[in-house]
């Protein structure tokens, strides 16, 4: 079992940036394969960014490539989402996630594990 809880999300205007944090707590941090996801009002849940365990592979959606980054530390068994130059399409509740797969995986069906979400909201 691992227990995720988000923060950093908020309220930000378009260009600008909003770290997310997602600190982990339970089994070993380092043998998750961690990623973001996130859903807007209406939509579906889709995928942002993975960081795999292991090889510390990591991938984004095209969507935020270039403006987005995933990190993790493993010493304070968390994994941040860094957003820089944020647009309104941006806006929605974004979802850290574990997984158990070995590499990136995109799809949330192999995410075992997740948090209660927290709001991103970019203005125009």
């Known amino acids: 079992q691992v227990q995720l809880v988000e923060s950093g999300g908020g309220l930000v205007q378009a260009g600008g940036s909003l770290r997310l944090s997602c600190a982990a707590s339970g089994r070993t941090f380092s043998r998750y394969t961690m990623g973001w996801f996130r859903q807007a009002p209406g939509k579906e849940r889709e995928f942002v960014s993975t960081?795999?365990?292991?090889?510390?592979?990591?991938d984004y959606s095209d969507s935020v490539k270039g403006r987005f980054t995933i990190s993790r530390d493993h010493a304070q068994n968390t994994v941040y989402l860094q957003m820089n130059s944020l647009k309104p399409e941006d806006t929605a509740v974004y979802y850290c996630?574990?997984?158990?797969?070995?590499?990136?995986?995109?799809?949330?069906?192999?995410?075992?594990?997740w948090g209660q979400g927290t709001q991103v909201t970019v203005s125009s």
């Open positions: 960081s795999s365990w292991g090889t510390g592979n990591t």
């Open positions: 996630a574990a997984s158990t797969v070995t590499g990136v995986t995109t799809s949330s069906r192999t995410y075992a594990y």
